[in-house]
């Protein structure tokens, strides 16, 4: 992955290398689902951060195809868990708002960078209406439970895993590494510490290849 110097150097690895659970597609993905996080918008580099993304070979290799970007809901959503923390809300309606949030952040991307905002991956870069992706399948949407423990991290898994694609994981820091080198950490684990959600292991069971990426400094 190739950054603007003026945005410093990023780490990368692998979470997943290949195939692994049931109706795993074997082959070389057509695609790659980008997650970026919310809280990388408080960096003043996010736009070349992001930009960088799209142009080039990843952690994958060349990856020709489209690069669909699934951007977290940063602060706007913090916000509602905090309003969700001093009085509770009904779960379902939370978890509706919190996606709604995600299109806030989701526009600021797609403007910010020039790309289109989409309600289905296309067949170039752009940034995914995840509340309009989610419309368009009821039955997907049902499925996904109403829960602070599903967040961005998840809803990019199912994207990935739709459209038979890679998932890259971009946050603010990298995962914790376990003792043994060069052995990824399970999605179990890094879910239990907080790195991922809590049903991303769940929802990526379908993805074959999943990696990270986080800006060194």
């Known amino acids: ?22 109706g795993i597609a074997a082959g070389p993905a057509a695609a790659m689902v980008i997650r970026f996080g919310g809280s990388l918008l408080e960096r ?62 989701a526009r600021l991307v797609a403007a ?8 289905r991956p296309a067949d170039r870069h752009a940034v995914l209406d995840m509340a309009g992706w989610l419309e368009a399948d009821p039955a997907r949407a049902a499925a996904i439970p109403a829960s602070w423990s599903v967040t961005s991290d998840s809803l990019a898994a199912i994207v990935a ?5 890679d998932l890259l994981l971009v946050k603010s820091i990298p995962p914790p590494m376990p003792q043994g080198a060069g052995e990824a950490p399970s999605l179990e684990s890094l879910a239990k510490l907080g790195w991922v959600d809590g049903w991303f292991s769940e929802a990526a069971a379908r993805v074959a290849r999943i990696g990270w990426a986080a800006p060194s400094r």
């Open 44 to 105: 003043v580099d996010w736009p070349e951060l992001a930009a960088s993304l799209l142009d080039g070979p990843t952690l994958f290799g060349a990856v020709d195809g489209p690069r669909t970007i699934v951007v977290g809901g940063g602060s706007v959503v913090e916000g509602l868990r905090d309003i969700d923390r001093t009085r509770p809300l009904d779960l379902r309606l939370v978890h509706r708002l919190a996606i709604d949030g995600m299109g806030i952040t």
């Open 161 to 165: 895993a739709a459209v038979t694609g």
């Open 1 to 22: 992955m190739t950054l603007p110097r003026s945005s410093g150097n990023v780490a990368t690895g692998f979470l997943r290398r290949g195939p692994e659970g049931p």
């Open 112 to 119: 910010t960078l020039g790309l289109p905002l989409v309600t």
